[in-house]
DNA sequence: CTGAATGCAAAAGCTTTGCAGCCAA
DNA sequence: TTGGCTGCAAAGCTTTTGCATTCAG
């Protein structure tokens, strides 16, 4: 049920974000709500949406900082499949992401849909390598189907 | 050789351009002259700095365009692994991309060192995909050294 | 000659920054 | 009480757009 996994994983926040001696606040709170359990990889601007109508003066500059906070102690990822606007996904285990180049929809690819590329020893020293990230692009069945 | 290299690839894209009714311009010309044999990836910025001392009346707007109808072409490419600033590639053949997190600094990694990864046919069917980006992430040998 | 390309300037979109005031611990 | 957090406004950076002018074919 996403409901309940999303309750326990804002406890998983709240904890972490204690551990490192952040501070519990509000608007934190609101901007965790918001993310865990959406699954469609919103934006800055999507999160504010969201936020607005219970939060009226939240402002940018606060989704902002908490964004980047929550990426530093890595409960949340930065998606940059879309140039020149980030978007942030709150499952943060392994997985590749795929943008559907007609409808602009961002969905999660599983490792067991598409296996991790495997990055040989010798490079991973060679280049220090500490993340990878696969994007995938395509058209998704939805918008398949509307061009038939 | 890398200037023959570039001389040739320059041909090409004067081929390609023509036939598809597209004018042979000095500032295309230039800006082809800038990236083949650009090994960088440079920003847009990059590309102005480099064009501006025999150029100086040339425009943003001007390169913004070209770029895009090079890429169009599918003469150079986007690469996004920067957030909010494009790059360019005049590399078009299959490779992935790293990027040291300390100097910023890309390189090209091929095929040889990391294999494209597996999309398997009901993946690819299921998302009509089209293509796919591998970015990878690290400290490049020069950085490793300096922090030694 | 003519439509496409250029260059300028203005605007747009996303993100960052500075700072006064506020509040969680 | 106090340092960290918030919210506002301004600024910054990259990219796009409109339009008059220029020029390649």
Chains 1, 2 share one sequence.
Do not use: W
């Amino acid at each position: 049920m996403k409901k309940v996994k999303a309750v326990r994983a804002k406890e998983e926040v709240i904890k972490k974000l204690r551990s490192k001696g952040l501070k519990i606040t509000p608007q934190r709170m609101a901007i965790i709500d918001v993310l865990k359990g959406d699954y469609t990889h919103p934006s800055v601007e999507e999160i504010y949406q969201k936020l607005s109508p219970r939060y009226p003066t939240i402002s940018y500059a606060t989704i902002y900082k908490t964004l980047e906070t929550l990426c530093e102690i890595g409960e949340i990822i930065e998606v940059n499949i879309e140039p020149h606007k980030k978007r942030y996904d709150p499952f943060t285990h392994p997985h590749h992401h795929f943008r559907c180049l007609s409808c602009g929809k961002i969905e999660d690819i599983p490792l067991e849909d598409v296996a991790f590329p495997q990055i040989p020893a010798n490079v991973k020293k060679k280049y220090g390598i500490m993340h990878a990230t696969l994007y995938l692009y395509g058209l998704c069945p939805a918008c398949r189907a509307n061009s038939n």
